[in-house]
């Protein structure tokens, strides 16, 4: 490839005519001025990155030395707390402080929702993902398995009236329990219309008149009514003449629910993006979005779909006045984190750039496109940043974003930060984390996958690790969660920034979800990940359920999580594992690496729903691939089981995975030739080179292979 040179830097034409031809275009910086900036912050900021990682690998020996000089000694938790505080990956924690972010629109500080985390580089998912604002709770219901399938509701090709009515039946329950009527059913109401600026139900009036929100139409035949409660809007759509309309009493055709209420836009754990072609795709599509002229077109049954995005939501307040509300998801950018780098463009010397440099500066340019601040009305640019390792990286990546500020003449802190606490010296140091980015913070989450394959790595010379489902439920991770919390409201987090919860993984399990998941608002989160449009309005529930808001005030008064458990490594700890435990361990984890990788290697595709080995669809990205790599890592070295152990249990897998995909005409398999197939060779390197790995990170094998792949089939 003959690269260009700009500003010092060698160029991928790829990315160079896009940055000419795209990203500048309408702005005040021609395309060499931006990589005049470029080179600015690269020369200013990568020394520094690449010290930040020299710190995390000495941290990382200095743990494994420790644990080595102690190994067949009692554990004693006091003296390795010192330790840690010795070496600085403890830190001091100091006073009290509070958040002073400014400028954040309502989706961040006041209305606690569903959040949805999509792949930037597929268009048609961002598409959905971004209309996602809204949902019909009738669809949702109906398409999964919330609703049984017995006594004659079973799912089929033409519409079943059966389950329609148990669908209808289902959400008028949720109606009563939410927006209730005085002595009455929604169910039983036969004419909704607008009196003296209130919802008349046949008579009957809200129990809370301040929830009736606008409408649409007649006031004395309404087509439509807006509901408000706990921050969220409900909307019922009416039509008589409507095949669902029609058949029921009210003329109600649908419930409309406000569900994702803010989108993360993914550069990193859900997809694969290894060189400068790959970027320039997820660029472009996030260029397009802020743009607001994003489009995909797709086959759907035998028509071609274009999808683009929602416009606004018009209504009329009670009062007769106009109501605009956005038709839009917020959307947040999620940049890759300090490791990586991309050959897309390489510095004075040839070396690759670090990846999250080049993320922030595009991320700001990109989104300024959104010149009329249509996505963020108070000129905000949020950006979430992940995998970063204490205090000292959150600073830095303050520092990136000023200089960033800087070059796009922006004001400061202009560019919000969401910090990922999914690094163990985050978590530990998670008060020192905001309170080094306490002008820009608008957002902290927890993830068991990434949090626990640090956990894993970190900790790999301490012994071996309990089996996966056993470290769900072991005291450190329900602390973790606790403290996440504890340390946000403490900061002032609540009404000034999302706190959030992990991803719900089952996308076809949508029933299991509605029973389980309203424990993320119950905890006081403001935000929890889904994974689909659909199980964004079913989510939705939860908070209508619980205020989040009044209920993080009631949580303030509890004692904070513990440290000490958060420090307790699950460790097997002499417990004897059966040979079938062993062996069922290994083929879940063998199971979860190559349906991921395969797709990962040979079609770039960075998330997807991947059958597990009971063909259960599971969501997954790289943060599953990480967890189960380093959980085979560490019985490997702890001699739970053998290196051909594992490598048998691998080539078997490997045969179902490819079972798992002869539907698809793309696929390679892998059992024709495992000595030759790149994708399996990415797996077991993963697994027997895990504990090798930069903390635990499975990238750089990724790209390594990927990009193997990509020149072996061009």
């Not at 005085?182 to 008149?209: E, F, P, Q, T």
């Not at 403290?483 to 919860?501: P, S, Y």
Request: net charge negative; hydrophobic share 35%; aromatic share 8%.
């Amino acid at each position: 490839m003959d690269r260009v040179e700009r500003g010092g830097l060698k160029i991928d034409p790829v990315i160079d005519v896009f940055v000419k031809e795209e990203l500048t275009q309408d702005t005040k910086l021609s395309a060499d001025e931006f990589w005049d900036c470029f080179a600015s912050i690269i020369q200013k900021l990568s020394t520094k990155n690449k010290s930040l990682l020299e710190k995390r690998s000495n941290l990382q020996s200095a743990i494994e030395e420790w644990h080595k000089e102690r190994r067949g000694e009692t554990f004693d938790k006091e003296q390795y707390k010192s330790f840690l505080y010795d070496i600085g990956y403890l830190v001091e924690e100091g006073g009290d402080f509070q958040v002073e972010t400014q400028n954040l629109d309502p989706e961040i500080t006041s209305i606690p929702g569903p959040q949805l985390v999509v792949p930037a580089t597929n268009a048609r998912f961002a598409l959905n993902a971004a209309n996602a604002r809204w949902g019909s709770l009738y669809d949702a219901l109906y398409g999964t398995d919330v609703i049984d399938e017995d006594g004659g509701k079973e799912k089929s090709n033409k519409y079943n009236e059966t389950r329609g009515a148990a669908v209808v039946g289902y959400t008028n329950k949720f109606l009563d329990e939410i927006i209730p009527l005085y002595s009455k059913s929604h169910s039983d109401v036969h004419k909704y219309s607008v009196i003296d600026k209130k919802l008349d139900a046949d008579g009957a009036y809200l129990i809370d008149s301040n929830q009736f929100a606008g409408y649409l139409g007649e006031e004395a035949n309404p087509t439509s009514l807006l509901f408000k409660n706990n921050g969220l809007h409900i909307e019922l759509q009416i039509d008589r003449e409507d095949s669902v309309g029609k058949s029921s009493s009210s003329g109600v055709k649908d419930v409309i629910l406000e569900s994702a209420v803010t989108t993360i836009l993914d550069l990193e754990d859900s997809v694969a993006t290894v060189d400068g072609e790959d970027k320039v795709g997820a660029y472009r599509n996030l260029l397009g979005l802020f743009k607001g002229n994003l489009t995909a077109t797709f086959e759907k049954g035998s028509k071609n779909v274009t999808r683009k995005l929602n416009t606004d939501l018009n209504f009329k307040a009670p009062s007769g006045k106009d109501l605009v509300l956005p038709g839009l998801s917020l959307l947040l950018v999620r940049n890759v984190g300090h490791l990586m780098t991309n050959p897309a463009v390489l510095d004075q010397s040839g070396q690759e750039v670090p990846e999250g440099i080049m993320d922030a500066l595009f991320t700001g340019l990109i989104c300024m496109h959104d010149t009329k601040h249509h996505n963020s009305p108070a000129g905000s640019i949020y950006v979430v940043k992940p995998k970063m390792h204490g205090p000292e990286e959150v600073a830095f990546t303050c520092e990136l974003f000023t200089a960033v500020e800087e070059a796009l003449e922006l004001p400061k802190d202009t560019i919000k930060l969401g910090i990922m606490d999914e690094e163990r010296r985050t978590t530990v140091n998670l008060k020192e984390c905001i309170r080094v980015a306490k002008t820009r913070v608008v957002f902290i989450n927890t993830g068991f996958l990434d949090r626990t394959g640090d956990e894993i790595h970190t900790s790999m010379e301490a012994g071996p690790f309990l089996p996966k489902n056993d470290i769900r439920g072991a005291v450190w991770i329900s602390a973790y969660e606790d403290w996440n919390v504890d340390i946000g409201l403490e900061t002032g987090l609540d009404g000034n920034g999302q706190i959030g919860k992990g991803m719900w993984a089952m996308p076809d399990e949508m029933l299991q979800m509605v029973n389980t998941k309203m424990n993320h608002p119950e905890s006081g989160a403001s935000t929890a990940w889904v994974p689909s449009p659909t199980a964004a309005t079913l989510h939705a529930i939860h908070y209508h359920g619980v205020d989040v808001l009044s209920h993080q005030v009631a949580i303030k008064n509890r004692k904070r999580a513990s440290l000490d458990d958060i420090l307790q490594i699950p460790l097997l700890e002499g417990q004897n594992l059966s040979e079938d435990q062993i062996k069922n361990e290994l083929e879940n984890n063998c199971q979860g690496i190559l349906g991921y990788v395969v797709r990962w290697i040979q079609q770039g595709v960075g998330c997807s729903k991947v059958p597990d080995i009971n063909n259960v669809g599971l969501m997954e990205d790289r943060a599953t691939l990480r967890i189960s790599s380093q959980h085979i890592a560490n019985w490997l070295y702890h001699g739970i089981c053998s290196k051909d152990q594992v490598l048998q249990t691998m080539k078997r897998m490997a045969r179902i995975v490819d079972e798992q995909n002869q539907g698809d005409a793309d696929y390679i398999p892998m059992s024709d030739s495992f000595e030759k197939n790149i994708a399996f060779g990415a797996a077991c390197d993963l697994v027997f080179k895990g504990h090798l790995q930069p903390s635990g990170y499975t990238e750089p094998i990724l790209h390594e292979k990927r990009l193997l792949f990509k020149k072996s089939n061009t």
